[in-house]
């Protein structure tokens, strides 16, 4: 008995012995069911509740339906292009190698983990990507275009990108920080969600016709599911169960939180009276502002950039929407991109070791670094991610609208596209 006992004392230090731990495995395989958690159905109720009753079913569809499709894409080529070695152009797209995940193996690994679970965690992230996508085109787009965009667009922006950034690509040989997306992740589908947004045109009465969202209970409810689901996001991207992991997830909080706070005060003051949907979409703002910089800032910087967060974005919805009068329905653009070029160049700045206690961060991508060095890193990047993404993102729709309307009639925006795309209703009652 003894024997057994003690063989099973060394299991632990036996499977460090082979390269994998499997408390990083653990946490990994949690953080990936939690960042499935925030599409599924996290992203799906948040957005499902901003749009009208008539709308509901066919939000749910498309980030049910885009989970699918970029599952199987991810499988077929979408890690081993952004992941791989490219060879001679693996500063701009990865390989093959790996193409139907050959050579992956229940022994193969990557760093301490077992690489099947790092292409599956890193599939969640390009799941949630083209998901938040649909909510600039919601309420007007036919299913089909939709599919084919989304499908397109994954391989066209977000793998290359995705290299560019974690494949060892060129931007991660310049020393860019970006821990768990916010180039990756929120510029690409910012960006690509305001072009989207102007191709296909406003909805139907928009700007003079109020569009109020029909269930802030279920919009409440998602956004408290995305919150969970973002220490997986931004927890999980340390790779470890380490003290990265747990400072992220700690910062990923309190950014959270003096965003909510920050949004629900601006419009306090503004309208008169806070309202659950700002509180909500203040909490976003600064999930996704404090995306690229978790890793890497202290607590004290989280809040700064989260407060940063909630007025910027603020006033970048009302820009948006009132000023340039352009129907990004859900505000991916002026939450997501413009939270994503904040954190990303923020990041540049708090990430400095020499900032005093309560705001040094782990410092800079190269030793050699200057606080100025890596701000104008960080500027490249996302740059180079917003032009790059704009251009491939107006393409794409522009050829996929040669062989198919990508917008429903004017009747059928009016009827609402959960019977015309679905012969469903969300409520019968």
């Given at each position: ?7 099973l ?16 495995s653990a946490?990994i395989m ?16 948040f ?5 009208r ?6 939000v749910l569809m ?9 599952s ?7 890690y081993?292009?952004?992941f ?6 693996n500063?701009?797209?990865?390989g ?9 193996t229940?022994?193969t ?11 599956l965690?890193?599939?969640t992230?390009a ?12 309420e007007?787009?036919?299913?089909g275009p ?10 066209g ?9 974690w494949?060892g ?5 310049l ?25 296909l045109?406003?909805r139907?009465?928009?700007?003079h ?8 209970t ?20 340390a790779?470890?169960?380490n ?9 990923t909080?309190l950014?959270?939180a003096?965003?909510?706070l920050?949004w629900?005060v601006?419009?306090?003051?503004k309208?008169?009276k806070p ?18 910089a978790?890793g890497?800032v202290?607590?004290?910087?989280a ?10 974005c603020?006033y ?9 009068q ?12 413009v ?8 990041v540049?700045v ?5 900032l ?7 410092g800079?991508?190269k ?6 060095d890596q701000?104008g890193?960080?500027?490249l ?10 251009v ?5 729709l ?15 925006e009016?009827?609402g ?12 009652l």
């Open positions: 008995m003894k024997k057994w006992i003690i063989a004392s060394l299991l632990p230090s036996l499977a460090m012995a082979d390269g994998l731990d499997t408390g990083d946490w949690t953080a990936t069911a939690l960042v499935l958690f925030m599409t599924l159905p996290g992203l799906s109720l957005y499902g509740g901003l749009v009753s008539k709308n509901v079913l066919s498309q980030c049910f339906a885009i989970t699918c499709v970029v199987l894409l991810w499988l077929v080529c979408g081993s292009l952004a791989s070695d490219g060879g001679s152009v500063a701009w797209i990865g093959l190698d790996n193409a139907f995940f050959a050579n992956i229940r022994d690994l990557e760093g301490t983990l077992p690489k099947s679970l790092h292409g965690f890193q599939m992230f799941i949630i990507t083209p998901a938040l996508i649909i909510g600039a085109f919601a007007r787009m036919r299913f939709m599919l084919a965009f989304s499908a397109l667009w994954l391989l922006v977000y793998v290359p990108v995705c290299h560019w950034v494949g690509g060129w931007l991660a040989q020393g860019m920080y970006d821990f768990a997306g916010g180039t990756v992740v929120h510029i690409t589908a910012g960006v690509a969600a305001l072009v989207a947004a102007i191709v045109g406003n139907k009465g928009f700007p016709q109020g569009m109020m969202p029909h269930n802030l279920m919009t409440v409810t998602g956004a408290g599911m995305l919150w969970v689901g973002w220490f997986g996001f931004n927890g999980g991207s790779l470890a169960s003290g990265d992991a747990a400072m992220a997830m700690l910062v909080h950014s959270a003096a965003g909510s920050t629900m601006m419009e306090w003051k309208f008169g309202s659950a949907l700002g509180i909500a979409t203040g909490m976003v703002a600064g999930l996704g502002t404090i995306t690229p978790s890497f202290s607590p004290a910087a809040v700064v950039i989260g407060i940063a967060a909630g007025v910027i603020f970048m919805v009302l820009f948006v929407k009132h000023k340039l352009i129907d990004d329905s859900l505000d991916v653009f002026p939450v997501h991109g939270g994503g070029i904040l954190g990303t160049l923020l540049g708090f990430a400095s070791g020499q005093g206690s309560a705001f040094s961060g782990v800079f991508g030793p050699e670094y200057t606080m100025l701000v890193v960080q500027a990047g996302a740059l180079a991610t917003f032009v790059y993404t704009a491939v993102t107006w393409v794409l522009k050829v996929i609208a040669l062989f198919a309307p990508l917008r429903v009639g004017s009747d059928e009016t009827e596209l959960d019977i015309v795309l679905h012969e469903e209703r969300g409520y019968d």
